[in-house]
């Protein structure tokens, strides 16, 4: 059942059409009846008028026998009633225009149908009242069907003709009757992931407050559920980074004042400050992927000035840029988008940190903001090692890294920056594609943000 | 300089307090939120490195504890949690600066030099880069012992890019340093300023990033 309105309004139609014709069709039947019976009735009149006009005429003898002249226009309106006036021996008396000579009917009292000239009749035979001759009335079927059909079907139109018009209204009223289902469906519609507020409860029909309280209780659960997973994400971050940065700073001190020490000692305090480095990016990385992840998501779009957050976050990075001697430019428009600004930074600062990271010394890198009516455009451009083309599938997996733990470029990382983007691409309905490079070689990651589609980031994974 | 040190972990407070003494400042630590307050109203420190998760009280109660009873105390807030929100919350709060942890003694060093420069510490009123010195206190510029003649918003922009040597300034924030906040900004105002200021720079002084802002090398 696509829609409960058109269900109800079709099915209500149906039956009351069917109805309708059902009982048009009992009235046209009845009515019928009713008209057959008012017929013979009105022949039975006409046959009392003649019995009492004719058999005097007949003493007085004011008929000429054979009586052609009888006029017979009397007894017609509308439809035609034809007579005989016979006499018992079967010779006419008398008869109106179009009966034949001879008896149409056998000499029998009662209501009987005879078929003469071409037509079916209804035909009534008498005696008179002194016996002494019959009548014969009759009157065509055809004719007869015909009157009564103008009288009972014009109230039989009515009814059939009402169907549409119920139907019509039948749609309004099931219209306004669900329109406290629509408000609920583009209540919930409307809401942003994140939204977890309770429906409004009040001033509903009884039908839905089961509907509308179940709803309710399993965004509570919802909520309650995320905020256990925001809880946990952040303790996790605060006790996975306190230990990182006591070591961090003890490290530091040791490499301080033991900078007098043995080379050896020196190399390695500086492997021990590498670790600790890159122990700190990888749980900076799972966290940030951890909260990007659009089904985890619980935050909320507003408007970015994508080409000045992606400026500051180039200024982030002078010092990687100025010791590898890296040549970067921002070129294109001032563009905007949708998003959040956590998850949006975080993928710029991971793009930025690949061009960076996979450009030899002194290369360059091209960042392109573009905002064309298809969406906005964030080109990553470098000059750097690139990524072959069979292998651009692969590298949006987790953990994975090009040519394993250390490539040629011998550039090391945790191998999850691009699972994160491609999550923040997902998270905002965006579509990303590593396409060649325009210096030749090394890799362009296009970002493309469609215009006002998808907004509400329910991408997959 | 002395510092006030509010940290809960012994290990973190006693890597920073070294770090910190080793550069020849005066550190108090404590543990506690309730002791950081009690420290603050009864001899207010130059700078307060403050720890938000601390475990007796709030962070941010203590950051506000601070601005009202010690407005002239410096203060800069590590934390272990990354998320924007709490760093914008922190801003707001009145903290100076904001370091997540785990981070580098170099990094820690510098801010609290930035810290101390504030504080119009005689020590540190001059910066120098390359043959360029400028003396914060006189607002003035030399270059190799040379008075630079620089116009008002010439001299803060040059000081914005020197103090932050090897860090590139974008346009933004160039912008907002130089001008307060609804003036009225002509779109080319900086362009036209670094114009005037390489001008009196030796060639290559000021170096230009395009499309992204500009950056005085360190030297």
Same mark, same amino acid.
């Given at each position: ?84 006036? *016979? ?63 103008? *009288? ?54 009884? !039908? ?158 091209? *960042? ?12 990553? *451009? ?70 006002? !589609? ?8 | ?18 770090? =910190?003494?080793?550069?020849? =400042?005066?550190?108090?630590?404590? &543990? ?7 420290? =603050? ?10 720890? =938000? ?41 009145? &903290? ?9 003694? &170099? ?78 900004? &002509? ?33």
């Amino acid at each position: 059942m696509k829609s409960i309105r058109v269900f109800l309004t079709l099915t209500l139609l149906s039956v009351t059409a069917l109805l309708n014709f059902a009982a048009a069709l009992r009235g046209y039947q009845q009515g019928m009846v009713e008209a057959e019976v008012l017929f013979n009735q009105r022949m039975q009149q006409h046959l009392d008028l003649l019995n009492f006009s004719l058999p005097s005429q007949l003493k007085t003898q004011e008929l000429p026998t054979g009586g052609e002249s009888i006029p017979t226009r009397v007894l017609a309106s509308g439809n035609q009633l034809e007579f005989q006036w *016979i006499r018992p021996n079967g010779e006419l008396i008398a008869r109106s225009e179009r009966m034949p000579a001879s008896p149409v009917a056998p000499l029998e009292s009662g209501y009987r149908f005879i078929n003469f000239a071409g037509y079916r009749w209804h035909a009534l035979v008498e005696r008179s009242q002194d016996g002494q001759s019959w009548y014969v009335l009759a009157e065509r079927d055809d004719q007869r069907w015909r009157m009564a059909e103008s *009288i009972i079907l014009p109230a039989v139109y009515p009814m059939l003709l009402a169907v549409p018009v119920l139907g019509a209204i039948m749609w309004w009223l099931l219209g306004v009757g669900l329109k406290p289902v629509a408000k609920l469906a583009a209540d919930l519609e409307q809401r942003e992931a994140s939204d977890l507020r309770p429906l409004v409860a009040d001033n509903i029909p009884s !039908e839905l407050r089961q509907l509308t309280a179940s709803a309710n209780a399993l965004l509570r659960r919802l909520e309650a559920s995320f905020a256990r997973e925001r809880r946990f994400s952040a303790d996790a971050a605060h006790e996975l980074r306190t230990p990182l940065a006591a070591l961090r700073i003890q490290c530091d001190n040791l490499a301080f004042n033991e900078s007098k020490a043995s080379s050896q000692v020196q190399g390695g305090i500086a492997k021990l400050q590498d670790g600790l480095e890159r122990l700190g990016h990888l749980v900076d990385q799972i966290l940030i992927l951890n909260r990007v992840a659009p089904d985890q998501y619980m935050g909320r779009f507003e408007p970015i000035a994508l080409t000045a957050a992606v400026r500051q976050l180039i200024a982030e990075q002078s010092d990687a840029l100025e010791s590898r001697e890296l040549d970067i430019e921002l070129v294109g428009d001032e563009a905007h988008v949708q998003g959040d600004t956590f998850a949006i930074e975080s993928m710029v600062r991971n793009l930025l940190g690949n061009a960076i990271k996979y450009t030899p010394e002194g290369g360059s890198i091209r *960042i392109r903001t573009t905002d064309t009516p298809q969406g906005v455009v964030l080109d990553v *451009i470098d000059n750097g090692v690139g990524i072959a083309q069979e292998l651009r599938d692969r590298v949006f997996d987790r953990f994975y890294r090009v040519d394993g733990d250390r490539n040629d470029t011998g550039a090391s990382g945790c191998g999850l920056g691009l699972s994160i983007v491609k999550q923040v691409v997902d998270l905002h309905g965006a579509h990303i594609e590593l396409r060649d490079s325009e210096f030749g070689t090394g890799l362009c990651v296009r970002v493309v943000f469609a215009t006002s !589609e998808s907004k509400g980031g329910h991408g997959n994974e | 300089m002395r510092i006030l040190l509010a940290e809960d972990d012994p290990l973190i407070a006693d890597g920073v307090a070294e770090a =910190l003494r080793q550069s020849g =400042l005066v550190v108090n630590h404590v &543990a506690g939120g309730r002791a950081a307050c009690a420290s =603050l109203l009864a001899d207010p420190p130059d700078i307060l490195i403050l720890d =938000l998760g601390l475990p007796d009280m709030d962070g941010f109660e203590v950051l506000k504890y601070s601005k009202a009873h010690a407005p002239a105390t410096q203060v800069l807030v590590l934390t272990a949690r990354d998320s924007t929100e709490s760093k914008v919350r922190g801003l707001d709060a009145g &903290a100076d600066d904001y370091l997540t942890k785990p981070f580098a003694r &170099a990094e820690l060093l510098a801010r609290v030099r930035v810290l101390e420069r504030r504080l119009g510490n005689a020590a540190s009123a001059t910066i120098d880069v390359g043959p360029l010195r400028i003396d914060t206190r006189n607002q003035e510029a030399s270059l190799s012992g040379e008075p630079l003649t620089l116009a008002r918003r010439e001299y803060m922009l040059l000081k914005a890019l020197v103090e932050s040597a090897g860090t590139i300034q974008t346009r933004e924030s160039l912008e907002t340093r130089l001008y307060g906040w609804g003036e009225e900004v &002509a779109s080319n105002s900086i362009e036209v300023h670094i114009h005037h200021l390489r001008k009196k720079l030796p060639n290559g002084f000021i170096k230009t990033l395009r499309g992204i802002g500009y950056m005085v090398p360190r030297q």
